[in-house]
């Protein structure tokens, strides 16, 4: 080989290794080969709250990973009751947050009556204040409507906000004919629900609301029949539930919904201890791995590895 030919395929090698070097994946690409999609998801924020600088903590360190496509805020945005002081600190909090976001709504963002209206005690809205809380949620976050859907990765991802009057974990009649045409659409893409409850049974009863009504996602009747009739529905992402990675139904088998739906639980933002889960959207795979910010670290031993299914 001459010298200029030489020079001619190393330089050829050198435009190849270029090419094919791996991006960062925040700590590590999971699982190897091209660099997976990453959402984050962010747990029940319950804005201001008493520990409001680790919540400002956590956001400057999501908006430091440089791999982030999207985060989620799983409901429950407002500490309590949704008041307009609640609202505000939701704002700001968000507007200073870089990383590109979506928020879905949460029973304590538009169901119940204002704490100072209600001496302390949790009571229901009526329809027309829940109806005005709720468009406080849509204007805080400049949507156009409460539910959304976009594609990322290869996957469809489906974003649904509690509005049910009844059920404050519930998906209002309107929601409910949107998503079934939205799914009867999409029968060949494999799909990810993120909404604020879980789905019935996905989690030990750790605390003595588990598994109640208020407490899993509503109308339960209407859900089972969608994802029954949907099977390219194979995640659904919930907060509502406050599930630590300490419990251990956090990542178990029990997570599975009828035996094909895997429930991936977040916790809450309220403890001395903040966890945030990441998902990586890989084309035949997605990696679920949960970090705590509070130590900084990586918890390896609940990286969970979920296929989407064969569809037709």
């Not at 919930?238 to 956090?250: I, N």
């Not at 739906?261 to 201890?273: A, K, M, P």
């Given at each position: 080989?001459?010298?200029?030919?030489?020079?001619?395929?190393?330089?050829?090698?050198?435009?190849?290794?270029a090419a094919t070097t791996l991006p960062a994946c925040g700590v590590l690409c999971p699982g190897g080969g091209s660099a997976p999609r990453r959402i984050v998801v962010l747990g029940d924020?319950?804005?201001?709250?008493?520990?409001?600088?680790?919540?400002?903590?956590?956001?400057?360190?999501?908006?430091?990973?440089?791999?982030?496509?999207?985060?989620?805020?799983?409901?429950?945005?407002?500490?309590?009751?949704?008041?307009?002081?609640?609202?505000?600190?939701?704002?700001?909090?968000?507007?200073?947050?870089?990383?590109?976001?979506?928020?879905?709504?949460?029973?304590?963002?538009?169901?119940?009556?204002?704490?100072?209206?209600?001496?302390?005690?949790?009571?229901?809205?009526?329809?027309?204040?829940?109806?005005?809380?709720?468009?406080?949620?849509?204007?805080?976050?400049?949507?156009?409507?409460?539910?959304?859907?976009?594609?990322?990765?290869?996957?469809?991802?489906?974003?649904?906000?509690?509005?049910?009057?009844?059920?404050?974990?519930?998906?209002?009649?309107?929601?409910?004919?949107?998503?079934?045409?939205?799914?009867?659409?999409?029968?060949?893409?494999?799909?990810?629900?993120?909404?604020?409850?879980?789905?019935?049974?996905?989690?030990?009863?750790?605390?003595?609301?588990?598994?109640?009504?208020?407490?899993?996602?509503?109308?339960?009747?209407?859900?089972?029949?969608?994802?029954?009739?949907?099977?390219?529905?194979?995640?659904?992402?919930?907060?509502?539930?406050?599930?630590?990675?300490?419990?251990?139904?956090?990542?178990?088998?029990?997570?599975?919904?009828?035996?094909?739906?895997?429930?991936?639980?977040?916790?809450?933002?309220?403890?001395?201890?903040?966890?945030?889960?990441?998902?990586?959207?890989?084309?035949?795979?997605?990696?679920?791995?949960?970090?705590?910010?509070?130590?900084?670290?990586?918890?390896?031993?609940?990286?969970?590895?979920?296929?989407?299914?064969?569809?037709?």
């Amino acid at each position: 080989m001459s010298r200029t030919s030489r020079r001619t395929f190393l330089r050829s090698l050198a435009v190849l290794a270029a090419a094919t070097t791996l991006p960062a994946c925040g700590v590590l690409c999971p699982g190897g080969g091209s660099a997976p999609r990453r959402i984050v998801v962010l747990g029940d924020p319950h804005l201001p709250g008493p520990n409001l600088a680790a919540k400002e903590q956590l956001r400057a360190q999501v908006d430091s990973w440089d791999d982030v496509d999207l985060l989620v805020a799983m409901g429950d945005v407002c500490e309590i009751d949704g008041n307009e002081d609640e609202y505000a600190a939701v704002r700001a909090y968000f507007a200073a947050m870089r990383t590109p976001h979506v928020a879905i709504s949460g029973n304590h963002d538009y169901y119940f009556r204002d704490m100072a209206d209600t001496e302390g005690h949790y009571r229901i809205s009526p329809p027309d204040e829940q109806a005005v809380k709720l468009e406080r949620f849509r204007r805080t976050f400049n949507l156009r409507r409460l539910y959304s859907s976009r594609r990322l990765g290869g996957y469809l991802l489906v974003f649904l906000s509690t509005d049910h009057q009844k059920f404050g974990t519930g998906i209002g009649p309107e929601q409910q004919v949107w998503l079934r045409r939205l799914l009867a659409r999409n029968r060949r893409t494999p799909t990810i629900v993120f909404f604020h409850a879980p789905l019935r049974g996905t989690q030990a009863k750790f605390r003595h609301y588990i598994d109640r009504p208020s407490a899993i996602a509503q109308p339960e009747g209407a859900v089972h029949g969608l994802l029954a009739a949907n099977p390219q529905v194979f995640l659904w992402v919930s907060g509502h539930t406050h599930t630590p990675p300490t419990e251990p139904s956090f990542a178990a088998p029990i997570n599975r919904y009828d035996g094909r739906v895997t429930n991936i639980h977040s916790t809450d933002l309220r403890g001395d201890t903040l966890w945030t889960n990441s998902l990586y959207l890989h084309p035949d795979r997605v990696e679920v791995r949960t970090f705590d910010h509070t130590a900084n670290q990586w918890l390896p031993h609940l990286d969970r590895t979920i296929t989407p299914p064969l569809l037709p």
